[in-house]
């Protein structure tokens, strides 16, 4: 068996596997793991509680021996089931938390195979230490330039049409599966916080330094998600465009990029529910019949007035960044498109 050792994220860009196996536990894989990664766990996650308390309650010779027995028993399945269709050539790269027994295990059996297995030195720790380097421990050199604006200014649209025009963008909402908001959660839960970071991680690193990246503002947290400190710290010093449009022009945008939540009235209502400690109660009362009555227009230009520009408004007067104002008329797709081309011939690329 090749060892493999990870100095560089970049590293991971360039490996000639065709195959990278995590055979940690489910819930270890669902928290992070590496790029690409499939799940053929040699422990299921009772199986290693159960090897747990083996080892520490009765021997861990005991422990050894059951979990051997385990792990040869779903090693069969998998060389049944779904390795069962590569020929002599595969190549794949085997890793477990940190290639230890389990994944030591596991790529013994297809080294005798016949397969050149690689294993990961260090494991899944030694992805993770790199990732928390990057994103912790050193200073990130991207050019970042920020999309600022009061909510239903299309900020995330606008990161779309400026990707489709050729810049660099980090869409960090879409990572996080949630928009920025009270109001928005996502169908899917969001991401584990190691693998929100993996994923920010990986997206960092496919892009060239060297050129601006354009990301949507935003606060420290993304629904539950932590931004990391590098980069929180780049977003906090970067200069910012804030879109401003008529609140009218912003209602009818939202009503368009939130149509699911009009899709589910009782989860509208408990959303607006929560903002009761911010506001009257006629007030909140008025936008639950607002939501009731399917007044959606009127619905969102009110919370945009009375609940969100104010907290934008206090949250940008303690900000001393550069902000260029980018007026808008409206936040139609073609508006929006002929923007984003003007951002990208007016900021320098390189």
Known sequence: MTPLILTTLHDLTRLSVDSIIDVRAPSEYAEDHLPGAINLPVLTDAQRAEVGTIYTRDSPFNARKIGGALVAQNTARHLQGPL??????????????????????????????GWRVQLLKGGYRSYRRLVVEMLYDTPLPHRIRLIDGGTGTAKTRMLQHLQDAGGQVLDLEGLARHRGSLFGGMTNPQPDQKMFESQVAQGLNALDPSRITWIEAESSKIGERLLPPSLWTSMQV??????????????????????????????????????????AEVQVNDWLAQATSGAWEELAASLIARHYDPRYAKSAARSDVSITPVSLPDLEDDTLRA?????LNDAPQA
């Open 84 to 113: 069962g269709a590569h020929d002599g050539s595969w190549l794949p790269l085997v890793y477990c938390w940190r290639g230890g027994q389990r994944s030591g295990a596991f790529a013994t059996i297809l080294d005798q195979v």
């Open 238 to 279: 970067a200069p910012r465009l804030r879109l401003e449009a008529p609140i009218m022009a912003r209602a009818r945008f939202l009503t368009r990029a939130y149509s699911d939540l009009m899709a589910d009235p009782e989860h509208l209502q408990d959303r607006i529910e929560q903002l009761r400690p911010y506001h």
């Open 339 to 343: 923007t984003a081309e003007r951002l």
